[in-house]
């Protein structure tokens, strides 16, 4: 797995997961909506409004030729530092959990990368909620993310799954 970090993150993700955060964020009003965008990006991502008026969000996408599978969660409440790297928990449905290494992709955007086996794709796909949390930090660097329609989602980007960097 680190093998698969390492190389992701030589060949650019950080730069590939600023450009895919780069875009406009537009908050959506119901929890569970998600973006597809295949192409270059082929990402999925939702975002909606928290209570402080802060921008939240998740975003999937495929890398290294589908091998990998990046996860980035952005809140504007949140301020990491440059480079910063810690420890993220994730669970979905209390059935499926992993402590992975975490990265900050850019100061509100905490990252992970997990190879793309069936058993992280599937949870992601059947689950209800994922939690996130990274451990070593206050409360506001916690969340937990509705998976309604992600196995749609996930699905839709099969047919760019290939071609991902």
Known sequence: MRGLVSGILGAGTLGAVALMLSAPVQAQSTVGVWTVELGKKCAITQTWKG????????????????????????????????????????????????????????KNTAAVVLQANSDSVRSLMEGKELYMEVPDKPDNYSGTYSLDDTRKAIGALDSCRAQAD
């Open 51 to 106: 209570d402080n008026k802060n921008t939240i969000g998740i975003m999937i996408s495929y890398l290294a030729k589908g091998q990998g599978l990046l996860l980035a969660f952005f809140d504007t409440d949140t301020a990491y530092k440059d480079k910063e790297e810690f420890k993220v928990l994730l669970e979905v449905d209390k059935r499926w959990k992993a402590k992975v290494d975490g990265f900050a992709a850019d």
